[in-house]
Structures are given as structure tokens and as C-alpha cells.
């Protein structure tokens, strides 16, 4: 009885708690960290299950990424490394460098009781934004509703919760090892759209299910609407996931999952530019898994791979037309130590292959594979100080892969994909979150 009664009591407390304005950088870095776990919804879930926000709040947040980089490539203008627009407009020569904001996110979470939650993040991203020009243009200058959705729920009286908005759609594991760029799998096939999210979270068993509206969406996610067209007029695609973690003693745990999505945006036509229609939806499926042990070392993996060939990879225009349209996969592998878990500031070592596969043996737009060499000191668990060392083959950028038609940007038969460029390159900075 005095067990009930103590419930009561902290529910009583939770409902008439006064509305408040609060900061909360740890939170506020698990939600706004670009690479590392991007189940967002899932951590906001577990984050109110756990207590980290209390009801009727609104917990601000802010994320500035800063860095300084120099890069090298045997190709002239042609870097593979994603984490700022592969193009001409960014990088002219052989040697490049910079010393430059990447990225600045606020967000803002809103608690309305135990059960709704509001959540809206911008994101201001110059070298990853696809407007035209370079990074000192306005139209790559712009803040944006990066994400933005209601989640419904309350883990600790039911293991279903929902969220109807702007999300990540819960395909695989896209989050990476490394302390700022991203996986090579994660430019492939992460998923960001419009939609609704169904989730079950109990017994570590992990199943999610996102309806997402059609066409074009953000990143990743592309079906046909109406007489294949990509105005998002339908809810027509979606996104099935299932992890299970295994937990064989207090110093080891291990997950695995599988994801499939209806479509993606390996859909498209000769010549390929980004967010346009497809005359049929491609699937994907993808394969992860992880193992942590003793929190100290993290290995991980997965492979995801398109159900149909890409017709877009088959150029018809000679000498390009001997290469048949292919699948497009992605494999990465990743580890991470942490060398001195008990100091004020700890430092953590990572190592990571990815790769872009898009088309046959010889194909100049064949590979895109990544190697990252990172370490990073973690500054009061919401901010950190990283270096990383990088080497990326290959150079095959989705927007005209394969080449063009009829004479723009290239001729018939010329792509700017180059399967035996290679860079190499160093990147210092700083993720400082509030």
C-alpha cells in the first residue's frame, strides 16, 4: 500500500508541476550529435522513461560544429569526402583546405504531461546544404526545420509509442564510430521524410514501422505518386525495422537488427539529378549488428543493398553504354576504445571502413569507399574536441552518375564519376552542445 501510495504521490507531483525553461546539454547532445546514435525518437522515448525531462517543460538546446581540415586528391577538383558537397563549387586544384562552421543546430523539446512530447530541431548547414553556389551564397546560408514531429507515449506504462512529423525513418543502424563524419552508408541510405512512426519497445525487442508520404522526400526515400511524379500527393512508401539485444552478462551487449524500406532513391532514370521522379519504387533491405563490452569498446557493422537495379546506371551513350545498371549496396564496418574512462575529459580511439557501390567492374562510377582514422576527448558528456584522418576512392556523385543528356553538364558519353581518384586528408575541430 505504501508503494501505491508513493506512485501516487510522484504522479500527483508530475501533473502539477509548475511549467518550466530549462537547459539540458546532455539530453540536448544525445539529440543533436549528427553521426553517432541516430534513433532520435528512440532516445527522446527513453530520455522521458528515465526522468531527463520533466512535464509541462521546454528544454532549449544548441549544437555549433567548427573545423578545420586540408585535403589531398591525384584527381584535379575531385574529392570524395561527403561531409561537405563533392563539387566544383567547393573544391577547385589538387590541395584544399578550409576553417569554417560546418553546422548549428537549436532545438527545443516540449513536455505537455507524462505522454506527449513536441519536438522541433533547425539546422543551419552550409557545406552540406543543396542549394546552388558556394558555401558564401545566400541560398546555401539558410536555416531550416531539419526535423520536427509529436511523439506520443509513455514507456514506463506501455512499450508502444508513436510520432506523426519531419523524422529519421528507422532503417538500419546509420549512425557510425567516428566522432564527426559520417558513414559512408549513412549519405546511401539514410532516410529522412514526412510521416507517421509506430514503435514497440519491450522484453529488448526494438520494432518500428514508418509510413511515409511519397515522392521525393529529403535524403534517401523516393516512390512514384499518382502518374510517376514526385509531388508527395500520397502516403505510399514505408519503413519496417526489428532489433533484438542480447545482454549475456553485465559487461557484454549485443544487437542485431534487420530494416527494409519500399522505396529509396535509386529509382531514377538516365541522367540522375537529386529529388526527382521514378518510374518505379526500388526497395532495400539492410543487415546490422553491434557489440559492446565492458562500455569501453564498441565494435559494429551492417550491409544494406537495393532490391532492383538502378536503371539510371545504364548510360546510353557510348563508350558509357557497356556498363549494365547495377544494385546499389553499402558495407561498414567500425570500432571504438576508450582509452581512460576515468578521466575528467576521456579519450576514445575509432576506426571505420564504408563504401558506396553503384555499378559493374570498371564503371567509372563503380566505388566510393571510405576510411576514417578518429580520436576525441569528451568535455562534461555534451561536448568534445576531435582530429580526424581520412582516405576516401573513388569519386561518384549521384547528381548525373552516370553521365548527362544530351550536352549538360557533360557530353554523350563523358560523367564526371571517377572510379580511380583517391584523397586523403586531416579534420580538426570542436562540437560544443548547451
Known amino acids: ?133 558556394t558555401i558564401t551564397t545566400l541560398t546555401r546560408n539558410l536555416f531550416q526545420l531539419r526535423k520536427g514531429y509529436i511523439a506520443l507515449g509513455d514507456l514506463n506504462k506501455s512499450p508502444i509509442y508513436g510520432a506523426i512529423g519531419k523524422m529519421d525513418a528507422p532503417f538500419g543502424d546509420m549512425g557510425t564510430v567516428s566522432p564527426f563524419t559520417n558513414s559512408t552508408t549513412w549519405h546511401a541510405f539514410a532516410g529522412l521524410g514526412y510521416g507517421a512512426r509506430v514503435g514497440f519497445k519491450k522484453w529488448n525487442v526494438d520494432a518500428s514501422v514508418m509510413a511515409v508520404q511519397g515522392g521525393a522526400q529529403f535524403r534517401a526515400l523516393n516512390t512514384p505518386v499518382g502518374d510517376s511524379t514526385n509531388v508527395p500527393s500520397q502516403v505510399n512508401n514505408f519503413v519496417a525495422d526489428l532489433n533484438y539485444t542480447i545482454i549475456p552478462n553485465e559487461d557484454i551487449k549485443i544487437k542485431i537488427g534487420a530494416s527494409y524500406v519500399h522505396g529509396t532513391a535509386y529509382c531514377q532514370d538516365f541522367p ?32 544494406s543493398k537495393t532490391m532492383k537495379f538502378w536503371p539510371g546506371t545504364q548510360s546510353p551513350f557510348p563508350p558509357l553504354d557497356v556498363f549494365e545498371a547495377s544494385k546499389v549496396s553499402s558495407l561498414n564496418i567500425g570500432a571504438k576504445y576508450t582509452l581512460t574512462p576515468e578521466a575528467k575529459t576521456p579519450l576514445t580511439l575509432s576506426a571505420e571502413f564504408s563504401n558506396f557501390v553503384a555499378g559493374p567492374e570498371g564503371a567509372p562510377w563503380q566505388h566510393q569507399d571510405q576510411i576514417v582514422l578518429g580520436g576525441y576527448c569528451m568535455i562534461n558528456k555534451s561536448s568534445k574536441l576531435f582530429v580526424e584522418l581520412f582516405n576516401t576512392k573513388g569519386y561518384s556523385p549521384l547528381n548525373f552518375i552516370s553521365g548527362s543528356a544530351p550536352f549538360a553538364p557533360f557530353p554523350p558519353g563523358e560523367t564526371h564519376s571517377n572510379n580511380n581518384a583517391n584523397s586523403v586528408g586531416i579534420v580538426i575541430g570542436g562540437q560544443l552542445t548547451l
Open 1 to 133: 500500500m505504501s508503494n501505491w501510495l508513493v506512485a501516487q504521490s510522484t504522479e500527483e507531483t508530475k501533473e502539477n508541476a509548475k511549467p518550466t525553461i530549462d537547459l539540458n546539454p546532455e539530453f540536448s547532445y544525445k539529440m543533436l550529435d549528427p553521426n553517432q546514435d541516430l534513433r532520435k525518437l528512440n532516445i527522446l522515448m527513453e530520455e522521458r522513461k528515465n526522468g531527463a525531462l520533466q512535464n509541462k517543460s521546454l528544454t532549449i538546446g544548441a549544437s555549433l560544429i567548427s573545423i578545420m581540415d586540408l585535403q589531398s586528391s591525384n584527381t584535379d577538383s575531385k574529392f570524395g569526402y561527403l561531409m561537405r558537397h563533392p563539387t566544383s563549387n567547393n573544391q577547385i586544384g589538387t590541395v584544399v583546405s578550409e576553417a569554417v562552421i560546418h553546422s548549428f543546430q537549436v532545438s527545443f523539446t516540449g513536455t505537455v504531461n507524462n505522454w506527449i512530447t513536441a519536438y522541433a530541431e533547425m539546422l543551419y548547414s552550409p557545406e552540406q546544404s543543396f542549394g546552388a553556389g
Open 272 to 303: 540522375v539529378t537529386h529529388f526527382t521522379s521514378c518510374g518505379n519504387n526500388n526497395p532495400a533491405y539492410t543487415v546490422y549488428g553491434s557489440v559492446t563490452i565492458n562500455k569501453l569498446l564498441k565494435l559494429r557493422g551492417g550491409f
